[in-house]
């Protein structure tokens, strides 16, 4: 049984407490911020003469002066919501995708992967309050009190309107308020209901070791597949695309979704590592190491692929639609853009392509610690430019998310670690626990 160390606990708690410090002088500072000095930042942002459209907000209605600022301020004012919405959102993800990673070895009956199901069930016992975060941003945003997503706007859909959107018009049966809050909490009360159920039945499978049992537990591994195939591809749609309406990628939902898969089996090793260096998993060996590598690194260039596909598709086919997507991260989020190619590629690939590397446990962990970062400045770049737009090179931008950071991170390993003192770390009531104990990677 794992223990959680004090000292840990202690560290969550004060990422914690030090995130909403930061976040907290990053809002009051923001919110502090008047109309004249975020008319000079507009100033300096087209003072190169530059005034193509970063947005498709930025495409309707009217294009004088009074327009341009009242969108600006709009993306300044944006900087708090869209950190949290970033985090949130990116929390969400790794603890779903960390759910259909133990599906899917359930479903496919492997044997190596028994013994780290606990530290699975423990991660994804975060979906509820990463999920309990997206619903609180959602009811900010469809009640008006959050603009990150400006297709809310009923305007936008209506012919009378001087800032009517056809595009939008005809999207309106997807993108609409109720349907939109619907999908919303569905995503999340399904995806909490299926951790709950998943690992009430693994408790169950050991407990009674009946063969019925497991073979109740293996169809709900199935469901969950089915149910993750779907609702990844549709919040991707919802939470991360939708942002900017005017664009689409058939590549899209892959990518938000691969991303996230990456990060999950990468804090899966760091844990699993984390407890076998502890003594609480002495059965976790250089051969589970190897395989959860090899996961990582197939899964790195398998984002690398989606990146790239999406990247020459719309940037190099000069189509002004697409290329706008593109342009706005290019201008203002070059640092991010290609800095999320050498964290998640290039080093993935120059480090881990080695079969003996990925049995290096010092080496392994480092590695995973950068795609979490890397992957995480994913899910900043593709929330950022949409929301905020250039109006983030400033002290409060800064501190609210570098907060958010802190509070994801603090209350991540406070729930995830605290769920996995309460569990048995392994499941001796699988019948393929015994393979995983002795298991060998045959080459």
């Known amino acids: 049984m794992y223990s959680f160390s004090p000292k840990l606990r202690l560290y969550s708690i004060v990422f914690i407490v030090l995130g909403l410090v930061l976040f907290g002088a990053g809002y009051f500072m923001n919110h502090g911020t008047d109309e004249t000095q975020i008319e000079h930042m507009m100033e300096a942002v087209h003072a ?10 930025e495409m309707v209605g009217p294009q004088d002066h009074a327009a341009h600022l009242e969108h600006a301020t709009m993306q300044f004012k944006n900087q708090p919501l869209a950190a949290v919405h970033t985090v949130a959102v990116f929390l969400f993800a790794l603890s779903c995708c960390a759910l259909f990673f133990y599906a899917i070895q359930n479903a496919s009956h492997a044997g190596w992967s028994i013994i780290i199901l606990r530290v699975i069930e423990a991660v994804a016992s975060f979906i509820p309050f990463a999920g309990a975060v997206v619903i609180i941003l959602m009811i900010l945003n469809v009640t008006h009190m959050g603009h990150l997503f400006h297709w809310m706007d009923g305007t936008l859909t ?25 999908r919303t909490l569905f995503y999340v009360i399904g995806a909490s209901f299926f951790a709950w159920k998943l690992k009430s039945l693994s408790k169950s499978v050991d407990e009674t070791k009946s063969r019925s049992v497991y073979a109740k537990y293996y169809t709900w591994n199935i469901c969950y597949i089915v149910f993750f195939g779907f609702c990844s591809a549709a919040w991707a749609w919802d939470w991360l695309m939708s942002i900017d309406p005017h664009w689409y990628s058939t590549m899209y939902i892959w990518y938000a979704m691969v991303s996230a ?90 480090v881990m392509v080695s079969s003996s590397i990925k049995r290096n446990y010092t080496v392994m962990m480092t590695v995973a610690v950068i795609v979490i970062c890397g992957q995480w400045l994913v899910y900043y770049n593709m929330v950022m430019p949409g929301t905020v737009g250039p109006y983030w090179e400033n002290i409060t931008g800064l501190l609210t998310n570098l907060g958010a950071v802190l509070i994801g991170l603090g209350s991540f390993l406070l729930v995830v670690l605290t769920t996995l003192s309460k569990l048995k770390l392994i499941p001796e009531g699988n019948p393929f626990v015994q393979e995983s104990k002795i298991y060998e990677y045959p080459f």
Do not use: C
């Not at 209506?158 to 005809?170: A, G, H, R, W």
């Not at 990146?307 to 086919?317: D, R, T």
């Open 48 to 57: 190169g003469g530059n005034h193509a459209p970063l947005n498709s907000s």
């Open 158 to 182: 209506d012919p009378k309107s001087e800032n009517f959107d056809p595009i939008l018009f005809e999207k309106k049966t997807f993108l609409n308020i109720p349907f939109y809050a619907f």
């Open 261 to 350: 898969w990456a990060s999950a089996v990468a804090v899966i090793l760091l844990i699993s590592v984390y407890l076998k260096k502890k003594g609480f998993l002495p059965q976790f060996n250089d051969n589970h190491l190897h395989d959860l590598g090899v996961y990582l690194f197939a899964l790195s260039m398998l984002w690398t692929y989606t990146w790239f596909a999406q990247f020459m598709l719309y940037w190099y086919a000069n189509i002004p639609e697409e290329v706008n997507y593109f342009y706005g991260r290019f201008e203002y989020y070059s640092w991010a853009f290609w800095s999320i190619l050498l964290l998640n590629f290039a080093i993935p690939l120059t």
